[in-house]
């Protein structure tokens, strides 16, 4: 699976999808292939207002619980209920109907931080 | 500063695909590509795993029979030649330093197998109270081993090794090119851990592939091993416990002459158990328990803290166990595993946790 070019990404191997001031957010196709089995999708409260870096999900393989950050500040305005009755949606399709959350974005300049589709690829050494 | 210990096998493990991880000081495969697929395989066909981080050790002599009495808790004395044993070697408080299996290889030479984390522990205490007459090698470095379980694990031995004997449940056999078998395992699945002189370790591990034994990790042996109850010294055996604390009276022969830790478990026995290491399982979706997450009775006071706890592939539930006043291990109990500071709700439920395999007999191998 290629690493999609319209995607942001994290160093913590999120990625997010920018819609005008809705940041949709899931993990990597990277992070899901090291995580494997995911069996359990902790969703953040709707409502909740996240910084950069806070942790805001949780995704637990049978070996393991893994916190996923949010990438940049915002309120969090969605939670996907299909990977909360079906968690292995996030290996199947990590980049669509395994997405996690959307925030509404606090300050769009936030983005810059993050990673483009090239920079990730180096990251994780691919 | 130790240095990570590697397997014999560790060149085929990473050609595989595996993840390693540090376990016991030996650098061992963790998965190859899921837990679960790893763990279906071994419930539904066969499965092999690379156990060349146990222990092996042999003690031989005319005394090592009742040398080995005094150590052990269970009944060295009741095994005929061929045949093996699930026991304990305890410290003089009753609790656990151990769990292993003994074979009775020949009639004077014992066959032990150890945890990795305990090679060392094990060897030293042994040497510590060892008696004129007796003779105790620690092989660890000489043998690979491989356990090889699930349903078809016996027709695929037969397939490699045509012309030699698969001992019974729980017994052992050397073979004619040097390997010693034995019929035990880890998962509540019948099959067999074959020891192998270290020099011929990847032939043989690649005659279980070429067979059709999926490659299986330590993640695999652990949900199998508590889907079956069966505990992993570290986390469910310590030496603050005893093995009545942590329902393995079975192996404890309390009858024998004297072993080392008796007189506290002939205590315990006549006082009663104060706490029991107890099966938990939830009743309600939510995380999967693991070890250390807080167990709650059901007016939110907390018991104790589980010593395992996983997703159960099987059950798709979560399994654990924890060690809790006595009044709160029996079966139906409600009870509250706490994750993440939310709990969910759980039940005290009955060994194994496996209900299709309750008719089996519990004798696990240690890790």
């Known amino acids: 699976m290629s690493t999609p070019a319209d995607l942001y990404y994290a160093t913590s ?14 993990i990597s196709n990277h992070a899901q292939e090291e995580l494997t089995d995911v069996v359990f999708v902790e969703l953040p409260e709707i409502g909740r207002s996240v910084d950069a870096g806070d942790p805001t999900a949780v995704v637990e393989s049978v070996k393991a619980a893994s916190d996923i950050y949010a990438p940049i500040g915002g309120e ?8 909360s009755a079906d968690p292995s949606l996030v290996n199947t399709d990590p980049y669509g109907s395994g997405w996690i959350f959307k925030l509404k974005v606090k300050n ?7 990673l483009d589709a090239e920079a990730y690829a180096k990251h994780i050494g691919h | 500063m130790e240095l990570l210990r590697h397997s014999p096998l560790e060149a085929s493990h990473l050609a595989l695909g595996a993840k390693l991880t540090n376990f016991a000081g030996w650098q061992m495969p963790i998965q190859y590509t899921s837990i679960m697929d790893e763990h279906a395989a071994v419930r539904n066909a066969v499965g092999v795993f690379d156990i060349s981080h146990m222990g092996q050790f042999i003690v031989s002599g005319s005394g090592a029979c009742a040398w080995l009495d005094g150590m052990l808790t269970n009944s060295v004395a009741s095994l005929a030649v061929g045949e093996g044993q699930y026991t304990l070697l ?3 408080r009753g609790g656990v330093i151990d769990d292993l299996i003994l074979y009775r290889w020949l009639e004077d030479t ?7 984390s ?17 003779l105790l090698r620690n092989e660890s470095d000489a043998w690979a081993g491989l356990a090889v379980q699930g349903p078809l694990a016996a027709s695929l031995y037969q397939k490699i090794y045509p012309h030699e004997l698969l001992p019974p449940r729980n017994g052992i056999h050397a073979l004619a090119s040097g390997e010693i078998v034995c019929r035990t395992g880890y998962t509540g699945e019948d099959g067999f851990e074959i020891f192998i002189p270290v020099g011929h370790a990847a032939s043989v591990w690649q005659a279980m592939l070429d067979g059709g034994a999926k490659p299986c990790a330590l993640g695999a042996r652990d949900t199998l091993r508590l889907e079956m109850g069966y505990p992993l010294n570290g986390n469910d055996l310590s030496p603050d416990r005893t093995p009545l604390e942590a329902g393995l009276g079975f192996f404890c022969d309390l009858t024998k002459n004297d072993f080392i830790g ?4 002939l205590q315990q026995k006549s006082e009663g158990l104060s706490v029991r290491l107890t099966a938990i399982e939830t009743i309600e979706k939510g995380p999967p328990p693991r070890a250390h997450y807080p167990v709650l009775a059901s007016d939110g006071t907390q018991l104790g803290e589980l010593s395992s706890g996983v997703l159960s592939p099987t059950l798709m539930a979560g399994i654990g166990m924890a060690y809790l006043p006595t009044a709160f291990s029996k079966i139906g109990t409600s009870l509250f595993v706490e994750v993440r500071g939310k709990k969910i709700a759980a039940k005290v439920v009955k060994k194994p946790f496996l209900t299709s395999h309750r008719s089996q007999s519990t004798t696990p191998t240690p890790l």
Not at chain 1, 13 to 26: K, M, S, V
Not at chain 2, 121 to 134: I, K, R, Y
């Open chain 1, 13 to 26: 191997h999120e990625w997010l999808r920018l819609e005008n001031d809705i940041a949709t957010i899931g």
């Open chain 1, 76 to 83: 969090v305005c969605g939670v996907n209920p299909e990977v």
């Open chain 1, 108 to 114: 769009p300049a936030e983005l810059s931080s993050l």
């Open chain 2, 90 to 92: 305890l410290n003089e």
């Open chain 2, 110 to 116: 014992y066959f032990l197998v150890v945890n990795a």
């Open chain 2, 118 to 134: 305990k090679i060392d522990e094990d060897f030293t205490w042994l040497s510590q109270h060892l008696a004129a007459g007796v």
């Open chain 2, 262 to 265: 008796r007189e506290v478990l």
